[in-house]
């Protein structure tokens, strides 16, 4: 092994250019560091008003799904009423029909009872005269 005599000063210079290096080397390495994290926490504020602006919205579109929701029940609510009445109005319709039949069918029982003409008679009613009945008679 080769043994190599170095003055002390030039050690000490040595050492100093190195250290030096190592500072500068170091102090880059701090102030890429800064700036790196300044440029995140930049774009951790952005990505943080992005995200508010999109829960925003998701919570505007769910208030507006929710006020959809009460608007379809209102509705479905409203045609269920108007079936409910429908169908009534449906079967009073068909009592009011077999009502009308069984009418008219003792309406015509009670024609066939009646197959002699009935004549009525007139009633004259004058000055000084009496209600008379003139004729009234089954023919």
Known sequence: ???????????????????????????????????????????????????????????????????RDEQIKAALDKLNKEALARKDLEAMLAYSEKEKYELAVQLEEIAAHLTKPVELGKIDVGPGKEVADKGAGVK
């Open 1 to 67: 092994m080769v043994k190599f005599k170095v003055s002390p000063s030039k050690a000490a210079l040595s050492a100093s250019l190195i250290l030096a290096v190592l500072c500068i080397f170091f102090y880059a390495q701090k102030e890429l560091e800064r700036t790196i994290r300044m440029a995140k926490e930049t774009e951790l504020k952005i990505t943080v008003k992005a995200k508010q602006i999109v829960e925003k919205r998701l919570d505007d579109a769910k208030k507006q799904i929710a006020a």
